[in-house]
């Protein structure tokens, strides 16, 4: 393709990216490698027209130049920041450093080895549970409930509004998915509202704000000056949410894959401290991300593709992190594999998940105690998938042999 504006509207006028097609576990992935190879940067005339980057070289240049890409315009893929800028991830340095400096103090080594004694009571308790029963949904049954109770945790909150919160969210994102722009203003309205009495609470009955995030948003500062007071809001209204969705749709990934391998399975389960490492290359290859987006500032050529100002560009991870450029057998499961500690499942550059040390955890505790407390378990039914802007499982129905008492 030419860098004329004939050729650049003819390439705008392309369809080669369907994000509302039916899915199965293996065809995105399928489709993706092919992509990389013929199309990787693809045109959608979905949600209003957008580009998708589907190379780790072109995604990762973009994480990367923060001068060049703004997340300021639009950071995911549908849009639907409709009822409010949400600090941090809506906002580009310097303004976003301040949240980013607050939020990154509670995600430390230190405060996820006082969480993870927590952190693992709440899945055994959850696992012991559903394990017993034998047969289960790991996706509805756990992965839809457990992170629910984490941020009741992390956020010292009563685990009814976690779970209210849980459940207003899960409602958002299926709006999103469908395009339902009312129900979308509605739904985020309505945890607006639950971030305000968070921050009410807060405001009448202050804690430390060394041990909780809100009431060190609170006391935050901005080159001097308290931060305003609707983004604290709105970075409360973001940070109740962001951590809900990606752990529900990624744990049942997990355990598909294990089901389909059972010598990794029995590996794993002989030796648990294999786990991390297992968690990592999983992450690596079942990214639950493909619709995170930035804008760019002027009209720029990634590949041989002419992408105009303002034109939303969605970072496919989910295809990235399989790139065969930079992940030899990109669409293999190596446990040891050398340079895993390249992939962006988590993004990459000044926005990376500042909640990816906690998300690790509840992976790990998850498969750890699910190994633990069982000889076997295998698929017991037909997978259903999440759609568009995450990737990953919504059902899962498993059978599980729990583990004979010794």
Not at 8 to 13: F, G, L, Q
Not at 111 to 124: D, G, H, I, S
């Amino acid at each position: 393709m030419t860098n004329t504006n004939g050729s650049a509207d003819r390439a705008r006028e392309r369809h080669d990216l369907d994000p509302l097609a039916p899915e199965t576990f293996t065809s995105a992935h399928k489709l993706y490698r092919e992509m990389r190879r013929t199309c990787p940067v693809a045109r959608s005339q979905s949600y209003d027209g957008f580009w998708a980057l589907l190379r780790y070289e072109d995604v990762t240049r973009v994480l990367r130049d923060v001068d060049g890409f703004t997340t300021s315009v639009q950071n995911t893929v549908p849009k639907f920041a409709f009822t409010g800028r949400r600090p941090p991830l809506h906002f580009d340095p310097p303004e976003h450093t301040a949240y980013r400096r607050i939020i990154n103090r509670f995600f430390t080594r230190e405060k996820m080895a006082q969480l993870e004694p927590v952190v693992r009571t709440f899945a055994v308790d959850l696992l012991d549970r559903l394990i017993q029963g034998e047969t289960f949904d790991i996706a509805v049954d756990y992965a839809q409930k457990f992170p629910a109770h984490v941020f009741a945790a992390f956020f010292n909150l009563p685990r009814e509004l976690s779970e209210l919160i849980k459940e207003v969210s899960a409602a958002y994102v299926a709006a999103i998915q469908v395009v339902d722009d009312e129900q979308v203003k509605r739904l985020s309205r309505r945890l607006y509202e639950i971030a305000a009495e968070v921050i009410e609470e807060r405001r009448r009955a202050p804690m430390d704000p060394a041990d909780d995030l809100t009431t060190a948003l609170l006391a935050g500062e901005f080159e001097g000056e308290p931060l305003p007071p609707d983004l604290v809001l709105g970075c409360v209204r973001q940070l109740l949410v962001t951590g809900m969705v990606a752990p529900s749709v990624f744990i049942g990934t997990m355990f598909v894959h294990l089901a389909q391998d059972l010598e990794l399975q029995r590996q794993l389960r002989e030796d648990l401290s294999l786990v991390p490492a297992a968690v990592e290359e999983f992450l690596r290859l079942y990214t639950p991300y493909r619709g995170m987006a930035r804008t760019s500032r002027e009209d720029v050529v990634i590949g041989d593709t002419l992408i105009r100002k303002d034109e939303p560009i969605s970072l496919v991870y989910t295809s990235a992190n399989r790139d065969e450029a930079v992940f030899e057998d990109g669409e293999e499961f190596r446990l040891h594999r050398p340079n895993l500690k390249d992939h962006i499942a988590f993004g990459a550059g000044t926005h990376t998940c500042p909640g990816a040390p906690l998300a690790r955890m509840m992976f790990t505790i998850t498969l750890e105690e699910a190994l633990r407390r069982s000889s076997h378990f295998e698929r017991n039914g037909e997978i259903v998938m999440a759609k568009w802007a995450e990737w990953g499982t919504n059902s899962v129905p498993m059978r599980f042999v729990a583990r004979a008492a010794t």
